[in-house]
């Protein structure tokens, strides 16, 4: 939900222009076999993997508060449209908040491992993942940490380098390796799924100028936004290449002018100190709408 500071002129525009892109892309859905419409007994034709920012964390909507998931969640909006539009089909949401490659094998707290949900009959899978791999909440709370010692230099860029190797490049490197075999899983469990990786949205501003209202230092802004381009670039490595099969949904792109810096009615990405009904360094719902659109884009895209 976007914060209480933005008008409801602007909250309805938002949503029926989202509204509109999304019913339009869900008329191609790929949930079912195109001769028959999934029913309860066919097993789920959509699956939804992924972390907090997959679970839609923050958003009005709980439909499981210990995942913290929404139903204003990119995955929920698919699945909402695409009924909306008269595509029957079964909808099994594992996302949670702090999940990692981990909890795609493990469980997380009395939640099952993610990868049950797969069966051979899943049509459809979208998967984002990879976030909580590199730490990035951790790294957050680092950046903000460590500011106070030179706000006009790069200190949170200094912590994660100090040893004349980046430890976030590292950790971004073994996180896709995991990814790799997180795809290679999929395809072996639901063979005739669309499988659609859905990278981050843009958290910083793509100029790297930060803003004083984000307890970042001026300089690590560029470092952070550098950080997000190549956990970005190693899920789109790993969405084409060979013998995995998928595709990469780019929300990136979508989100650059909304980020945690812009006015409160121009973000899609809260700030640390977000709006009601919105989670800190998250999509907001105008946010998610543009996930949602950014994955449709690739769910119909021959």
Not at 38 to 51: I, N, Q, R
Not at 74 to 86: C, D
Not at 266 to 287: D, F, K
Request: aromatic content about 6%; glycine content about 8%; some cysteine.
């Amino acid at each position: 939900m976007i914060g209480s500071n933005s008008s409801p002129d602007r909250q309805s525009r938002t949503r029926r222009a989202a509204a509109g892109a999304l019913a339009a892309s869900a008329v191609v859905l790929t949930l079912s076999a195109p001769t028959a419409a999934a029913t309860s007994t066919d097993g789920p034709a959509y699956v939804a993997l992924g972390d907090s920012y997959a679970s839609g964390a923050g958003l009005a909507g709980v439909k499981d508060k210990e995942c913290d998931r929404t139903t204003g969640s990119y995955p929920s909006l698919i699945s909402e449209f695409a009924t909306s539009v008269g595509r029957n089909h079964t909808f099994d949401d594992v996302t949670c908040s702090g999940a990692t490659t981990n909890n795609y094998w493990n469980p997380r707290g009395s939640k099952a491992p993610q990868a049950d949900a797969l069966i051979p009959r899943t049509r459809l899978v979208t998967l984002t993942m990879g976030g909580n791999d590199v730490g990035f909440s951790g790294v957050l709370a680092t950046c903000a940490r460590v500011a106070a010692t030179d706000r006009d230099g790069t200190p949170c860029k200094q912590y994660f380098t100090a040893d004349g190797k980046d430890v976030l490049a590292d950790r971004v490197a073994t996180m896709e390796g995991r990814v790799h075999d997180v795809l290679a899983d999929i395809r072996r469990r639901s063979p005739h799924a669309k499988v659609i990786v859905v990278g981050y949205p843009a958290l910083f501003p793509d100029n790297g100028v930060g803003c004083a209202e984000v307890p970042f230092a001026k300089g690590d802004f560029a470092y952070l936004r550098d950080t997000t381009k190549q956990a970005n670039a190693a899920l789109r490595r790993q969405a084409t290449a060979e013998g995995v099969h998928a595709s990469y949904a780019d929300t990136y792109t979508a989100t650059v002018g909304h980020d945690m810096c812009r006015p409160r009615e121009e973000r899609w990405v809260e700030s640390l100190t977000p709006a009601a009904n919105t989670a800190a360094a998250h999509p907001n719902e105008s946010g998610q709408f543009a996930m949602a659109i950014a994955t449709l884009r690739q769910i119909y895209k021959p």
